[in-house]
C-alpha cells in the first residue's frame, strides 16, 4: 500500500473526429480512433465529450479501454438525429468518471455504430 496518495502529474487531453467507416464489434473493434493515452506510469480520465462537428444520424458511440492486447467496453453513447442551425446547437453529451485509471500506455478508443458520424470525441484526464 503506498504511504501517500498519487495524483496526477501532467494534464492530459485527447480528441479525434469518428471514423468514417461503422464498427458494432463489442470485443474486436477495427475502426477505433484513439482519444486518450496514459503516462508511461499510467493515467486517469475524468470526462469523456461527445460534440457533433455536424448533422450527426442516429445510432452508438462505444468507448473502449484498449489494454495493447484486447478492448473492453466500458461505456455507450446513444446519438440522435440533430441538424444544427442558427436555433439549434449540434449534439453534445458528456460523462464524468470517477475510478476510470489506466495502465502505463494504454488507451481510450471510441467506436460509431453509423458511417460517417460527424462527431469529435474528446476525453480529459491526466497522466501519472
Known sequence: MAGSPNFSATPTRGSAQLSSTPDTSYTAPSHTVTIFTA????????????????????????????????????DSFVVPVVTPSTTIAPYRASRTYANLILAGNHTIVATSWAANQLITASAFGGSF
Not at 461527445?50 to 479501454?65: C, Q, W
Open 39 to 74: 503516462g508511461a506510469n499510467g493515467g486517469i480520465v475524468n470526462e469523456i465529450d461527445l460534440v457533433g462537428a455536424g448533422t450527426t444520424v442516429a445510432g452508438v458511440v462505444n468507448i473502449f479501454y484498449y489494454d495493447t492486447s484486447s478492448y473492453w467496453l466500458i
